[in-house]
């Protein structure tokens, strides 16, 4: 799709659309552009008051709802802080909120955005289904957004278009598309959470056993890599060094409170041998278990501050 951006005035809107009523909407801008790598951002074809310089950012009097079809790069607000934006990403932008947007220098993007405001707008993002400060998901190469964004160039083009219909059709198109990418990204991160938990719960009711993560994937109905990966996204270790954790910690409190040998902790924990047993703990808690039982004796509370250790 070429390059193309239109900005409008209010008296162009309405010459464009005699005789059309009220729909609600009122369409200020809408473009498509491909901004080159190692090029300053954004490019200076862009009036006031839509061009910013990244240090200041920028306040607009309008929604905006902007797709990146293509590239990398950060977007900032005050309400959700500095984010990546990957290819795909979809973000709304609301009237009176400060933020600011800019691809990956080396990179570049692709980027479509329309501009609107309204009382019908306004409607929408009272409703519980959209959080105007929040929006912001990923929709993937999706070439029906693509398209109704193609529609409404076209539509610019003919003299005899309907524009404040189409448009106003367009937007409502547009966000439902988004809205719906968004229950489907929200159902899919529920039932990571849900499955990661439910891991947890099994290696904590099996912290003596060797667990099989490749079975319980299996069980899941997931890939072992996907299990893994999202174990690790959750919970910033991977399920083995969670299992190694808990069972570590485990016979820390054995150490600290009981009379059995090191040897008889090592098999109660789960560990092969001895050797190995001692071997792991002293890579983690940085002593041996017996030097760890002696220091325990000589501070009897000092057990309690190391606890953490276990999971660094």
């Given at each position: 799709?070429e390059?193309?951006?239109?900005?409008?005035?209010?008296v162009?809107?309405?010459?464009?659309?005699?005789?059309e009523?009220?729909w609600?909407?009122?369409i200020m801008?809408?473009?498509?552009?491909?901004h080159?790598?190692?090029q300053?951002?954004?490019?200076?074809?862009?009036?006031?008051?839509y061009?910013?310089?990244?240090?200041e950012?920028?306040v607009?009097n309008?929604?905006q709802l902007?797709y990146?079809?293509?590239?990398?790069?950060?977007?900032?607000?005050?309400?959700?802080?500095m984010?990546?934006v990957?290819?795909g990403?979809?973000?709304?932008i609301a009237?009176?909120?400060?933020?600011?947007?800019?691809?990956t220098f080396e990179?570049?993007?692709?980027e479509?955005?329309?501009?609107f405001?309204?009382h019908?707008?306004?409607?929408?993002?009272?409703?519980?289904?959209?959080?105007?400060y929040n929006?912001?998901?990923?929709?993937?190469?999706?070439?029906?957004?693509?398209?109704?964004?193609?529609?409404l160039?076209?539509?610019?083009?003919?003299?005899?278009a309907?524009?404040?219909r189409?448009?106003?059709?367009?937007?409502?198109?547009?966000?439902?598309?988004?809205?719906?990418?968004?229950?489907?990204n929200d159902?899919?991160q529920?039932?990571k959470?849900?499955?990661?938990?439910?891991l947890?719960?099994?290696?904590?009711e099996?912290?003596?056993?060797?667990i099989?993560?490749k079975?319980?994937?299996k069980?899941?109905?997931v890939?072992?890599?996907?299990l893994r990966?999202?174990?690790?996204?959750?919970s910033?270790?991977s399920?083995?060094?969670?299992h190694?954790?808990?069972?570590?910690?485990?016979?820390?409190q054995?150490?600290?409170g009981s009379?059995m040998?090191?040897?008889e902790?090592?098999?109660t924990?789960?560990?092969?041998?001895?050797?190995?047993?001692?071997?792991?703990?002293?890579?983690?808690?940085s002593?041996?278990?017996s030097?760890?039982?002696?220091?325990l004796?000589?501070?009897?509370n000092?057990?309690?501050?190391?606890?953490?250790k276990v999971?660094?």
């Amino acid at each position: 799709m070429e390059p193309y951006r239109k900005y409008f005035t209010t008296v162009e809107t309405a010459d464009k659309c005699p005789g059309e009523p009220d729909w609600g909407f009122e369409i200020m801008n809408i473009g498509h552009h491909i901004h080159l790598p190692y090029q300053p951002y954004p490019d200076q074809a862009h009036p006031e008051p839509y061009s910013f310089d990244w240090a200041e950012g920028r306040v607009l009097n309008e929604y905006q709802l902007i797709y990146i079809a293509s590239g990398t790069g950060v977007f900032e607000s005050e309400s959700l802080g500095m984010v990546a934006v990957k290819p795909g990403s979809v973000f709304l932008i609301a009237p009176g909120l400060w933020h600011r947007y800019t691809p990956t220098f080396e990179c570049g993007w692709e980027e479509y955005w329309i501009g609107f405001k309204g009382h019908y707008p306004e409607y929408l993002m009272k409703q519980e289904c959209f959080n105007k400060y929040n929006l912001l998901t990923n929709i993937g190469l999706n070439s029906e957004f693509v398209m109704v964004f193609g529609k409404l160039f076209e539509s610019l083009k003919s003299d005899r278009a309907p524009i404040s219909r189409i448009f106003s059709c367009g937007v409502m198109q547009l966000l439902g598309i988004a809205y719906s990418a968004t229950l489907f990204n929200d159902k899919q991160q529920n039932r990571k959470e849900d499955i990661v938990n439910n891991l947890k719960l099994k290696i904590q009711e099996q912290w003596s056993k060797q667990i099989q993560i490749k079975d319980l994937a299996k069980q899941y109905h997931v890939s072992y890599t996907w299990l893994r990966r999202s174990f690790r996204e959750l919970s910033g270790i991977s399920p083995g060094q969670y299992h190694l954790n808990l069972k570590l910690e485990k016979a820390c409190q054995m150490l600290a409170g009981s009379d059995m040998t090191i040897s008889e902790i090592a098999f109660t924990t789960g560990f092969a041998t001895e050797f190995h047993f001692s071997r792991i703990f002293k890579k983690k808690m940085s002593m041996t278990p017996s030097k760890y039982r002696f220091e325990l004796n000589k501070i009897p509370n000092l057990f309690l501050n190391n606890y953490e250790k276990v999971a660094s």
